[in-house]
């Protein structure tokens, strides 16, 4: 955590893709405010929440994002030479990680936090000066930054595991800032009794225009909610162990998208055959869908990626329709890393999963039931070549060809400055899936000791939590795939996952394919380790990659230690207290010492 000297304020305010100068989400950047003079009325409080959102926007932290959560993973590859230009990310994808790599630096996510800590000490100073700021606009700002500090906090515990944890802004040199590093299980419990204190004085939702047409319409994903807030809450009980309180917010999630899907039908009156169509695919639960009267699919692609604000979105970071005419910032992260129209991308889809998709029977990630018919195989990564490029958010536009048995995906590829994709946090999919997973956690495990009347009971309470699982995870998979009347043929069958190893590795896979190049795999990978108390399923993944030897995979992943991220050599320069992860080396001529 490096030192930063807060005695000047700088209030950099979001562009995060909303077009009214007068937005909150688009406020222009303020020049050096002195502390004293700053802190006066609401306005000032909403520049520096606004510029939290804008640091997350920042293309080092959104990087990290990405880099985190998927480039360790079986998901990717490097894209030949094109790798090269970025030596850092070439070591990572080859497992030679040192604590001088820069993508080990965390910088940008402790700004975030320290702006977030400064809100909280000065608001309720605001609020006692300004009558415009009410106490329910402070109780929303308080839940609001609550939330995006512990987002922030989220990534880190989950990448390096123990980290320095603070809720006190660092406002003056004086400050003790060489924390040591607080044990993840606490961090965890602290984020969880943070956004539990807030939630109730959270924004439940915000106002709509009639015809959706209001640039403030997109507020209800592109800020935080009270949805957002319990989605984080649903994913941190889960990786607690807690699956009542996983499922318990998870719900409230899933019910709040329906309220608000019950109220847009009651304005649209959608026709009955659509109604119809609908219930046998989703069921009740509100996921986007594509226009079910025609054979061409990938409208779904371009409402939850491309345009934004969709309905099953819960929270994400949206960016201007037209940054190369606006002037605001583009999605500069997936431009790199995933490419655009003229930029060769840093990452490609792996052989691995292109294999998959080719493959006629036995598949690991995609099901064998659904055939060529998942959108995803097409919407995720393009596997027409040998190193298959990723499509989704580089692509502003995916239509699947679905006429014959072997549907066919033309591509539109954001120009190079012009990527506005989203970035999403949350969506509902990901919510029903963490569902899903706790349900299998729940269940009961039979084995050899156990007699036959013990499997009996176990069978009867797996039941429910069994067909639960099944409809969450199978309506997925239903949205996905390229049909517009399904068939059993077409769709999978409870049978085929009716025990609780069978439904456990469905659900799992289904997360994979469904949130494939989010920044969800290697945190998912983790959670799975963490839980089993073993690292087999990371080095069962890792050992799909072309690019790392299967004999190192073995060995280097025998230790849990192994799986987190070494800290950068930078931070333990400044801050003495933390301890060096010992999986990673410092990738220094010779090794790095600690001065008292």
């Not at 987002?151 to 944890?165: G, H, K, Q, S, T």
């Not at 649209?268 to 986007?288: C, F, M």
């Not at 945190?523 to 089993?532: K, P």
Request: contains cysteine.
């Amino acid at each position: 955590m490096k030192k930063n000297y807060y005695h000047i304020i700088c209030a950099i305010c979001v562009i995060c893709g909303f077009s009214s100068c007068a937005d909150f989400l688009e406020i222009k950047p303020q020049s050096e405010i002195i502390l004293e003079d700053f802190w006066n009325e609401k306005a000032d409080v909403d520049n520096v929440v606004a510029g939290c959102y804008s640091l997350l926007q920042d293309d080092g932290v959104r990087r990290r994002m990405m880099i985190w959560g998927e480039a360790r993973s079986e998901n990717v590859m490097a894209n030949g030479v094109a790798i090269n230009g970025d030596v850092d990310l070439h070591n990572i994808l080859k497992e030679n990680i040192t604590a001088m790599n820069k993508y080990t630096t965390w910088n940008g996510f402790y700004d975030v936090i320290n702006r977030c800590n400064t809100v909280l000490k000065y608001a309720p100073e605001v609020a006692a000066k300004d009558p415009a700021y009410t106490t329910g606009d402070l109780n929303a700002t308080i839940a609001e930054v609550t939330a995006l500090r512990s987002l922030c906090y989220f990534y880190l515990i989950r990448a390096f595991r123990d980290v320095p944890f603070s809720r006190e802004a660092f406002t003056d040199d004086n400050q003790t800032m060489d924390l040591p590093a607080t044990p993840f299980g606490t961090v965890l419990d602290y984020l969880i009794e943070d956004l539990e204190a807030v939630q109730d004085g959270a924004v439940k939702r915000y106002p709509e225009s009639e015809n959706g047409s209001s640039d403030k319409d997109r507020y209800q994903t592109g800020r935080i909610t009270q949805d957002a807030i319990h989605a984080m809450l649903c994913e941190l009980y889960l990786w607690k162990g807690d699956y009542d309180n996983c499922i318990r917010y998870a719900d409230l999630v899933i019910k709040s998208k329906q309220d608000m899907e019950e109220e847009k039908e009651q304005r649209r009156r959608s026709s009955a055959e659509t109604k119809a169509l609908l219930k046998v695919r989703l069921g009740d639960y509100p996921l986007v869908y594509d226009n079910l009267t025609s054979t061409t699919f990938g409208e779904a692609y371009r409402e939850i990626f491309a345009t934004g604000s969709s309905k099953e979105t819960v929270f994400e970071l949206s960016y201007d329709k037209s940054p190369s005419s606006s002037g605001l910032p583009a999605n500069s992260a997936v431009v790199s890393l995933y490419g655009g129209s003229t930029r060769t991308p840093l990452l490609v889809g792996s052989k691995y999963l292109k294999e998959d998709i080719e493959a006629t029977s036995q598949r690991t990630v995609y099901e064998d039931a659904n055939k060529k018919l998942d959108a995803r195989m097409y919407t995720n990564c393009d596997a027409t070549s040998d190193a298959p490029r990723i499509r989704k958010m580089a692509s502003s536009r995916i239509s699947i060809n679905a006429s014959t048995s072997s549907p066919v995906a033309t591509y539109t590829t954001y120009a190079d400055n012009n990527n506005s994709s989203s970035w999403i946090f949350y969506r509902l999919p990901d919510i029903m899936l963490m569902k899903a997973e706790a349900l299998c956690e729940k269940m009961r495990s039979t084995n050899e000791e156990t007699t036959a009347e013990e499997d009996s009971i176990i069978a009867a309470y797996n039941k429910p939590l069994l067909e639960k699982a099944f409809e969450l995870a199978n309506v997925v998979n239903k949205r996905s795939i390229c049909k517009k009347d399904l068939t059993g043929a077409d769709t999978l069958q409870f049978a085929n996952y009716a025990s609780k190893d069978l439904m456990t590795k469905f659900v799992k896979r289904e997360r994979q394919r469904e949130l494939m190049y989010e920044g969800k795999r290697w945190f998912d990978l983790v959670r799975y380790s963490l839980r089993a108390g073993n690292t087999d399923e990371v080095i069962e993944a890792v050992g799909h990659r072309e690019d790392v030897n299967k004999g190192f995979v073995q060995n280097f992943f025998k230790k849990m230690d192994a799986i987190f991220w070494p800290y950068n050599i930078d931070e333990m320069k400044v801050n003495r207290n933390l301890v060096p992860n010992p999986s990673f080396s410092s990738g220094e001529n010779s090794s790095y010492e600690k001065t008292n």
